[in-house]
């Protein structure tokens, strides 16, 4: 692998462009973005150089797509033409049904390998990026012949950056994030605004629970758009699964119930932090 | 003040004991507690010495509970006999008005002034305390006459702490902090024992977000016991409220509304930030 096209230079992209530098890869890094999130990662020393979609895709073994999803849906339409055989597309998209179909039905030159790092923070852009946010975390990988001469090298960079990689179908994929990430995220969303709207003066007698509880909060919608509306039924699912247990508790307040979930939820947290 | 009781030398006991100390009071801290209680907080330098709940109070001029709520409860009802008539009672439980209310029954050689430090941390016991727990917190004093000697030395002494105090009737304190703390509590331990029941295999693909939203869940059940049985009515109407948002988010995931509710829910979130 000598040469990458980084598509889409914010968070993760450019944290993927350290990442390779600091795993040692001696190759070209091309970064293809708006020109503000070029320059930042140019600057953050995460691409080599600023090249339009075209230039970079033609000349890259690893064309790493790390738009917000709509972007992805799109450039996957116009790249087939321009990419070399031996090439692999990968994403880092949030979602998975929507990319793998799209990319199936678009991508016939090249290999296409669906990806999604679990990986991220609060702040967003070139200038937050870090060359060890992969590092420990899990990073999905959608099924396909993982044997190919570029899925070995994509997975042997994945290995070397840190990252732990597990296999999963899209649909798989979809419904398992749609609880550990889009439930997390729309109930902070929800407790932040249901404060704001009833209890607004709750803000100042407020421990480090609710500043907690509302980080995710602080999320920009723009990214949730995408998922949410590539992923909703998995959503509504899980929302609807969520809402039945915080019914279950209000009924069952003054009951033995609330301690046997109060059991069953330390014992699922204590485990999380143990993987 | 040459003599304080500290009834419970837990987390807040003990870190009320060593912040104290830090902020230079040179006189002698009781500790009245469960014996391996007790010794932890001696060991960590929080109290002087272990005392029945007897000795201590009859020579303390501040006698601070800092017990679970109903063990609060039960000492309200044994201590008048053993005050002395200058000495602030004063507590750190979690709710207000089960406990003014007992103290206002039971209390009446001396003066009791309510309080909840907003502090605290995963991690229980006197090991864990911390010098620094109340700083740049909010410390709630429920209304009394904050102007009698008494008062006015342990309100100078919370200041050298550097909590910031805030004066909230017994109502007012418990309905804010049923939105502030008391839902946040439920929602994580609503969420950890969804996925623990609904979506166990998501825990392979938790990203930070799900690490947050679960903190809470680790929390022992004995503690919230106690605060949902004497805060149960502002805590349904709390968790209506959430879930009818969530409801609401549920039923909007692909309108405008959506855009709308993650934009009040982050300017509430920065809010909270700046306070």
């Not at 979602?95 to 991220?120: D, E, Y």
């Not at 070139?126 to 099924?143: G, H, S, V």
């Not at 439930?183 to 407790?191: C, E, K, N, R």
Request: hydrophobic share 45%; proline share 4%.
């Amino acid at each position: 692998m000598n040469s990458v096209a980084i598509v889409g230079t914010g968070l993760i992209g450019s944290s993927f462009g350290l990442a390779l530098k600091a795993a040692g890869f001696a190759g070209h890094i091309y970064g293809v973005s708006s020109q503000a999130a070029a320059e930042a990662a140019l600057a953050a020393g995460a691409i080599d150089s600023i090249a339009s979609l075209e230039n970079a895709v033609r000349q890259a073994d690893l064309i790493y797509l790390a738009q917000p999803i709509s972007r992805i849906l799109h450039t996957l339409r116009q790249l087939d033409p321009l990419v070399q055989p031996h090439a692999l597309i990968t994403d880092a998209g949030s979602t998975k049904q929507t990319i793998v179909s799209t990319a199936q039905a678009n991508i016939h030159r090249c290999q296409f390998l669906g990806g999604h790092p679990m990986a991220g923070k609060e702040s967003r852009g070139a200038a937050e990026a870090e060359a060890d946010l992969f590092r420990n975390r899990p990073y999905i990988l959608t099924p396909g012949n993982l044997e190919t001469e570029a899925a070995q090298t994509f997975r042997g960079w994945l290995e070397k950056i840190g990252a732990r990689i597990v296999v999963l179908g899209a649909d798989e994929h979809d419904h398992l994030v749609a609880y550990s990430s889009h439930l997390p995220q729309l109930a902070s969303t929800a407790m932040a605004a249901t404060i704001a709207e009833v209890s607004p003066d709750s803000a100042q007698v407020a421990g480090p629970g609710l500043t907690d509880a509302t980080r995710l909060a602080l999320s920009s919608y723009d990214l949730w758009r995408d998922i949410v509306s590539t992923n909703t039924e998995p959503i509504v699912e899980a929302l609807t699964a969520y809402i039945q247990k915080l019914d279950h508790l209000r009924e069952n307040l003054r009951t033995r119930q609330l301690h046997d979930e109060f059991t069953a939820a330390a014992t699922f947290a204590r485990q999380l932090r143990r993987l």
